[in-house]
């Protein structure tokens, strides 16, 4: 996979053998042998193809890693394959023996402080967000149901690129980001290459969820519960209630967990472990999300798949 950072996840395997690769990048250093031992790792894999004369071309799976496609998955790949990532994966075992997250102690701080604390880790973390974000936005815009006029306050919303995709859909929608106050100059320089009629309905709200959610009518919550525990969650959930307007509807979006004896969704299960390892929360069955909703004072009302074949889910709860 460092074969696709190495070379920048451009579009160039249309064929080419390793020396090839390496003679059309030379501002990349690296060892032909190796790079070749790699390259028949991914070809086994299937993300390239693999001739006799050792070259390597593309195959549906190589557009999905490439900056070049819409919606790729580069920066979940640059993610997953960071040094940071390595070491939390690497406490899996001392994990389970504890039964619980090791982050902090290997960190020394928890997760979003140290990547608030690490520049280039934040810079990183936020590339895999916005991966993951392309992939579902154009499903969310399809089917979060949205009023008219109304005010939407997307929690941990990050550097905002859901509520300006939003925004661009909806002219009378309003909306609030919530974040940490380090997200905030992030925020602003991604809002100041946007569209002035988009950029003035949205704010940035800086603050921390776990003591207050500014008052909205549609609260979002993207990949937000999934990595919390439930004490947490609940909190977040509570004080997202308090402040929910009249009719008003809160929506976790994150996976929902196929039921035990359901094997399929490696996808969700693997992000399972590397909630179990990065922080301290969990991806949750239908079951489990009722239960949180309801400890909060919500409903869950309905939970509406946004593409087939992926348990990315609108969860969606009203007051009780
Ligand atoms: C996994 S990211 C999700 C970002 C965004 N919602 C998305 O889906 O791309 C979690 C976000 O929660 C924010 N966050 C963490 N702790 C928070 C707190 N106490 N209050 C508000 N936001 C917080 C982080 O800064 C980060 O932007």
Not at 39 to 51: I, N, P, T
Not at 172 to 188: G, N, S, T, W, Y
Not at 297 to 317: F, P, R, T, Y
């Amino acid at each position: 996979m460092k074969c696709w950072i190495y070379f920048g996840f451009s579009l160039f395997f249309l064929g080419f053998s390793a020396q090839e690769l390496i003679e059309k990048n030379q501002e990349v250093e690296v060892d032909r042998e190796n790079l070749e031992r790699c390259l028949r790792v991914c070809a086994s894999l299937g993300f390239v193809s693999e001739d006799e004369e050792g070259r390597f071309g593309p195959t549906l799976s190589t557009k999905l890693l490439s900056k070049d496609t819409q919606g790729n998955l580069s920066g979940i790949l640059e993610m997953f394959s960071s040094p940071l990532f390595f070491n939390l994966f690497s406490t899996l075992g001392a994990s389970l023996k504890s039964g619980k997250s090791e982050a902090e102690k290997t960190l020394g701080m928890p997760f979003f402080d140290y990547l608030h604390n690490n520049p280039e880790d934040m810079k990183m973390f936020a590339g895999a967000m916005e991966s993951h974000s392309a992939l579902h936005t154009p499903a969310i815009l399809e089917k979060l149901e949205v009023p008219e006029h109304a005010v939407l306050v997307d929690v941990g919303g990050g550097m905002g690129h859901l509520a300006v995709a939003l925004l661009q859909k909806h002219p009378h929608l309003k909306a609030i980001v919530l974040d940490r106050p380090e997200l905030q100059p992030m925020f602003e320089k991604f809002i100041k290459g946007q569209d002035e009629s988009v950029s003035s309905r949205l704010e940035f709200s800086a603050g921390d969820m776990f003591k207050s959610v500014p008052a909205g009518d549609i609260v979002v919550l993207k990949h937000i519960i999934h990595d919390w525990d439930d004490d947490h969650c609940v909190l977040t959930l509570k004080n997202a209630t308090v402040s929910l307007k009249e009719n008003g509807r809160i929506v976790g979006i994150d996976a929902v967990l196929p039921k035990l004896g359901d094997s399929s969704d490696i996808a969700t299960k693997v992000m399972d472990v590397n909630m179990l390892v990065a922080v301290t929360g969990k991806e949750r069955r239908e079951d489990q999300w009722r239960e949180i909703y309801e400890k909060a004072g919500l409903v869950l009302e309905k939970v509406v798949q946004l593409k087939e074949h992926d348990a990315m889910s609108l969860v969606i709860a009203k007051k009780k």
